[in-house]
């Protein structure tokens, strides 16, 4: 299996994503490459330094002629994904795609660039592919209306090590409320800091938008990214995690906070609207922070024991497989039921 990417070394939903796929193939002795710009000259993408722009693209190409891959996975929409499709194009190779993130709502909001200018451009990028795969319902709706075509659900999981042992933090004066995540400005998170002195309010993640936030609101928590078993400690630590986020495709943090018993507090819009159940696992709601309030009264320990049947890596790797091992050239709309070799850069 091979993986082109524009991102895979940073903290992302993306990079999780083929990080844990590199993980279950591993466990099943699936050889499993990724190519990503780290392995090749490159510079910080200029609007958003968290992503890397490969310098090198005749590099990534020549890389494809002498791999000579049958099929490929285009997973972003970036330069290496443009030379990834240009080269399957050219060499009549079949490939899929996914649909990771909003990019026409972000650009719409941080630079008012029509959104139908961007989903021109992601319509043709996409409709080459076999298989999109997508995060949820409402993201393949969306779509659809959109005029995309053969698109797959393919959800998501979260790894045992972010779990933490089931506990109840100790009562403290105010609800201690977690966010998890990239600080931009696109993750709306002015939405939960204004209320720094209704509730113990926790960042963890860092961004562009970090330094601005920090100044705004001095009162609440900045603590960095936080990884592994230090995360899972974080999210026992919570009694509710806020995601203002409007214009996420899925939102992975809600399902891990959801596995540490955290019910989830969000607008009701994509993304939470197919991953939280109203009124059991987290409240949607217009006012975030009666949403928040509404969810304290939810059972921590019935939303753990759900959301820990429902996600599984090895789940989400079977839907990629499946449709990755055996392509169709016909559209395919509906939900499948439910050793990694890295590629080294040329010189």
């Known amino acids: 299996m091979l993986i082109v990417t524009d991102t895979f070394q940073q903290t992302n939903g993306v990079s999780t994503t083929y990080k844990n796929l590199r993980r279950i193939a591993r466990s099943r002795n699936i050889r499993f490459r990724v190519l990503h710009p780290s392995l090749y000259r490159w510079m910080p993408l200029p609007f958003y330094p968290e992503i890397q722009l490969n310098l090198q693209p005749f590099r990534l190409w020549r890389t494809l002629n002498r791999l000579q891959p049958n099929q490929l996975h285009i997973a972003t929409e970036g330069l290496m994904g443009l030379v990834a499709r240009h080269w399957c194009k050219l060499n009549q190779k079949p490939y899929t795609t996914a649909y990771h993130t909003r990019f026409p709502e972000y650009l719409a909001l941080m630079w008012r660039i029509p959104p139908r200018w961007t989903y021109a451009y992601l319509r043709w990028f996409h ?47 105010k609800l201690r ?43 609440v928590h900045f603590v960095g990214y936080q ?11 919570q009694d509710v995690f806020a995601f203002p986020s409007r214009t996420d495709t899925f939102g992975l943090v809600m399902i891990e906070a959801m596995c540490n018993g ?16 109203q009124g059991f696992s987290g409240i949607l709601h217009h006012d975030l922070k009666q949403a928040i309030i509404r969810c304290q009264m939810l059972d921590k320990q019935a939303i753990r024991q759900t959301a820990r049947s429902l996600w599984s890596w090895a789940h989400c790797f079977d839907t990629f497989h499946h449709h990755y091992q055996k392509p169709s050239t016909q559209a395919v709309d509906m939900p499948l039921p439910a050793r990694h070799d890295e590629c080294t850069p040329m010189r």
């Not at 209306?145 to 045992?160: A, D, K, T």
């Not at 955290?262 to 159940?277: K, S």
């Open 227 to 237: 990884y592994g078993q230090q995360l899972a400690e974080l999210y026992a630590q």
């Open 127 to 173: 409709r080459g592919a076999l298989t999109t795969f997508v995060t949820t319902e409402s993201m393949r709706q969306t779509l659809l209306n959109q005029g995309f075509h053969h698109l797959v659900i393919w959800s998501r999981g979260v790894s045992e090590q972010l779990i933490s042992p089931s506990q109840t933090p100790l009562p403290a004066d």
């Open 177 to 219: 409320v977690l966010n998890v995540g990239r600080v931009s400005k696109e993750k709306n998170l002015d939405a939960l800091c204004i209320y720094q002195d209704v509730f113990d309010i926790t960042i963890a993640g860092n961004g562009p938008y970090l330094e601005a936030l920090r100044q705004k609101y001095p009162r």
């Open 262 to 277: 955290l019910p989830v507090a969000a607008f009701d819009v994509t993304g939470p609207r197919d991953v939280v159940e």
